[in-house]
């Protein structure tokens, strides 16, 4: 145990504790291990441990031209609401950062706004305003509409990081002759672009997991995945929905890793 | 510039104002520059959220006949169907919380009090779940406690039960599930706040004759407070919303407030009373939000910059 | 040219800065002018207002008015980047993401110096800083002196019409400060480039200033070469805060100044009427024996305690209005052998030219 928790009890003492803390992180872990496995399986009954090995349920998922469409659409949301999302969201945490506009408060309140109110309503909201201005089914509405969702992310993430930055570091470049947007490049950004990229790399989860707003404006040619898994969830369970999940997760793996690597550099 | 320095000249000594419109034309200027970069976001979220919401909110208040009117109000008052949709939400949100809090508690000390590296290995066991699709999540749980699901045939196997138990598809399904999704957000802020209680006063509390259940108890509970707020304010909040989970596995049976928004918009098109039940729902939310951080001063979003 | 710095060595007139933080006035009317070549430092306490004073110099904080003009020209609406003033930041402010070499060549970059002029200058600062070879260290591989020389170095490179330095020295030990102070001093005098520099360390103010401002309360109290204020301090404030001081209550009447029924001899001229403060330094004071005489004046005292500080003693005695005093002298023989013991009545001396009187507020 190192020094800095060395309380007087010993770890037989905490047997209890780590006991139901196991147990509580087994319950968080264990549906998408479950469901990775049998994502494997041959049978169509979904039975644990599975019988029969196959990639039969992979094979129906990049088999079928509807879920590869609607692949392809929230791939490209996704990527689209990460640049999007990343330049705004950075821009703004600048500005806040700066502390020097009135109304600090409302801007924060306004910007992460999208994480507290009701997902549910957005999702009307949008859909009764896209109505009027014909942006339902289309790739731009998907794209605003996530930008909005992932906006607070990036600017929380980006935040975070130019507070841990010593931005005398900013001033001094500026006072030996970088101009404000020159100081903010060639100082401030590569110091804080692990930040930036995480920001980033949230956004795209974010929009690449959307569900409910995306079940209200997007259809036709531009279903996302997210909505065509939940439209075939509320039919029937079909199995090659584990074989999409597991490759949810592993985006998820694979992303997070990312943003812990990135993190871990600064 | 020049101007402002003749005129100086001119008056012979340092005005005592001197150069104050060029600075304050020039802290104008910055202001601009800062608001320009803010404007963009700013713009979006104003017209993707705060106009649709006020639109709605101004539908609500109107009926059917385009009448100005409360009836879309007093129907939560008087249709025993809205009644018990509000009733079914508070239910979950409270059960979740409450399991929440009952699982989250022990969980987020234990990462407190184990070594950084340990902690941070264990965090993934969090931070994995909070970051993957709650569709996937929600369908794991439907894969899992379905009739002939992993737990019921494995609960006949073992000869504990003779029929399956009815898990899914109900209202146990629903809490099940939502628990599982909103265990990270009680967990992450606790854990941070955890963090920040010093080891020194814990040393002290037991240095001063405290056992270690009593310094627990005296010390290390009171001061995770805040944190524990924090958490099951959000997950209250998230709960009273949530649409994915209860839509899912209610089975139909199960009736939260987002799916009667959903349902009184899309299939209905109802549009007033959507927008009213909507607009309810925000007002509880927000004055959750309002209280809690009226009372402990800290925001509620915070969980979100923990990771 | 680095060594240069003397020719293009500019003054500073600073005037009418106003600075307000919200409601809060920080600066109210200040002026204060800077020689060329000069190195004035700004002392006082924290929140005196003298940080604010540098930022505002440096281009980064805002003055709500007032007039800075660097060699005739007006700088206070430039931005930091087109003012020309070299910055050297508390915690030194160093890219950690580029090495001590790119550090240095950042401003001659900005100015887009050839690679060839950057390098050779770069070369001579680091030699100057004696950080000679050390280029292509990073760094985090620095010692807390190298920094402060890397970033004293990044500071003047660019041949700056002012070096501003914001307590520069604070993040070092003890012994390093006491040296580098020394340094910086030598590197003012061979470079002579005008350097304002803030501090609230009374004795590295004394140690490296032509001048020092005093500040306090976002006003400047006192502006003096080091000795004149430690000597003629004109303020409670300066007296306070620079060395040691005892403050004996005296009144002025009919032309004369009295300590009770005591006329006071000084070389000044006395002030205005009314009630004033004599400022006493610890070691102005000495023993006397009986009455007052010739050009000393004499304060009946009864010894409170001796303390014994090897080179020093000193002794605190309580004067017959009960105001406590404090007394300090070298350990010579002749002094230890009639010091007194506690309870003794002594009589304590001040010549008449270390008479100092400052307004009692």
Redesign the interface.
Known sequence: MSVENALPITHRQRLWLYTLGGLVMLFLIAPSVIIVIMSFSDSTLLQFPPQEWSLRWYESYFGSVEWRDATIVSVKVAVMTAIVATLLGTAAAYAINARTLRLTGLINALLTASLIIPVILIGIGTFFLYARIGLNNTLTGLVIAHTVQALPLVVLTVLSGLRSYDMNQEKVARSLGAGRFSAFFQVTMPQIRFSIVSGALFAFITSFDEVVVSLFISGGETTTLTRRMFNALRDQIDPTIAAISTCLIVLSIVLLSAAQLFGRER | MSIVSASLDHAGRPDRALNADALAADARRESRGLLALLSPGLFLVFAVIIVPIGWLFWLSLFDETGQLSAANYARFFEQASYIKTFVTTFKVAFIVTGACVLFGYPLAYMLSQLPRRAASICLIFVILPFWTSVLVRTYAWLVILQRKGLVNSWLIDLGVIGQPLPLANNFSGVVIGMTHIMLPFLVLPLYASMKTIDVDCLRAGMNLGASPAATFRQIFFPLSLPGLASGVVIVFVLCLGFFVTPALMGGGKVIMWAMRMEQTTSLYSNWGAGAALGVVLLGFTLALLGLFQWLLGARATGVWSQR | MLLSLAQSALPIAI??I?KRFGGVSVLH?L?LDVAAGEFLTLLGPSGSGKTTLLMIL???V??????IKVGGE?I??M???K?????V?Q?Y?????MNVFHNIA??LK??RVSATETAERVERALDLVQLKGLGERRVDQLSGGQRQRVALA??IV?EPRIVLMDEPLSALDKSLREHMQIELRNLHRRLGMTTVYVTHDQREAITMSDRIAVMNAGRIEQIDQPEVLYAKPQTKFVAGFIGESNFVPVECRNGSVWYEDRKLRMTTAAPSAGRHLMVVRPEKLRLINGEQSGDVNALPATVGDVIYQGDSFVCYATLRDGRQVTLRDYCRSDVLAKLPGPGEPITLGIDAQDVVLVADQ
């Open positions: 005037g009418g106003e009317d002026g440096a281009g980064f805002r003055a709500n008015a007032g007039s007006e206070i609406t931005p930091p980047h003012r020309n003033i070299g910055m930041f915690n402010a160093l890219f950690p993401h950042f401003p900005q100015r990044r500071a660019f």
